[in-house]
């Protein structure tokens, strides 16, 4: 879709539909366990540009770029109403869907995602790939970013191959990162005037859990949900439990946070 590799996982009777956002150096890819676990909606889950299959669709300048191609997806799903799953970076690309008006979201699910304008955390986005890439190019600041989130074990496990795809999305790092660090740029959370679950991991750092609290207040409907044996990467390592956020996050769009929809 105009350039982007899409997923999309039907349900047999789906009671909704949900697009899934994944987060920086990240693909469509990493929620196929999560994607497995929702039986009982239409799941859509895409390659923002820049990353993956949608590498040839070019560099998104912003993170308001990426909002849009976010949607035009939805748009493309033919559901208006689509519930939006986002992870990390992927949480605050939906929130500013929201926050901008550009499509009828009804609930939001943002796990651990960043909001700088909280905490006034705006020079510490990316943790440190800017600087390396300033100083070394986008290749060097995406591998320093993955090592960063997934440790340096898993960077030397990757095949050659697989190395040269993730340092080829350096550039769409760099842009996304350096765009969150722009005050003029910053999501007000206040803003987003929807329902929004806000995730977050039992084991995560005490920055990210800190965030996610401040998110929360700040939100206008705002509801914390912690997994607690989880961390950043609950979508891999806790599929049910994230499956089950999804759950909630789909209930409060009917607006009765006691409906309880089936996997």
Known sequence: MDGLAVLRRRGAEPSATVVLVHGAMDR??????????????DVIAYDRRGYAGSLDAGVAPSV???ARDLARVIDWAADPAAVIVGHSLGGTIAMTVV????????AVLAFESPVPALDESFDRVGGGAVEVGERDGPEAAAEHFYRL???DASWERLR???RTQRRSEGPALLAELTDLRRRDRALEPRAV????TVGVGGRSGDRLRAAALLLQQRLPDGHLSELVTAGHGAHLTHPDE???LVRTT??????DPSVHVQP
Do not use: I, N
């Open 160 to 162: 050659a191959g697989d």
């Open 64 to 66: 308001l770029d990426h």
């Open 242 to 244: 994230f499956a089950g």
């Open 149 to 151: 989130m997934v440790g």
């Open 193 to 196: 005037r929807r329902p929004v």
């Open 28 to 41: 469509a890819a990493s929620f196929g366990r999560t994607m497995r676990r929702l039986g009982g909606f």
């Open 250 to 255: 789909a209930a409060l769009a009917t607006g």
């Open 99 to 106: 926050a901008e008006g550009l499509a009828e979201v009804p």
